[in-house]
């Protein structure tokens, strides 16, 4: 796929709010689509939220 054509595709991502230093940031899906994973953009906490059957349509979350 060419990257003109990669423009328009939207890029899966969860809204977090991370507690921890009470900042927004996005995290994405990673390449097996298994999870979304990210850090926290000021004290670069890591999280991981699976993907799974029984899910929830939710798109923000906060995280302790």
């Keep these: 796929m060419a990257k ?3 423009i328009n595709e ?3 991502y969860l809204g977090i709010m991370f507690n ?3 900042v927004y940031g ?3 899906k990673n390449k097996e689509g ?3 994973v990210g850090r ?3 004290c670069m ?3 991981k939220v699976p993907i799974g059957e029984g899910g929830t349509n939710k798109r923000f979350f906060n995280a302790q």
């Design 4 to 6: 003109n054509e990669n």
């Design 10 to 12: 939207r890029k899966n």
């Design 20 to 22: 921890c230093c009470k």
């Design 26 to 28: 996005r995290i994405y």
């Design 34 to 36: 298994t999870a979304y």
């Design 40 to 42: 926290c953009p000021k």
């Design 45 to 47: 906490r890591t999280i």
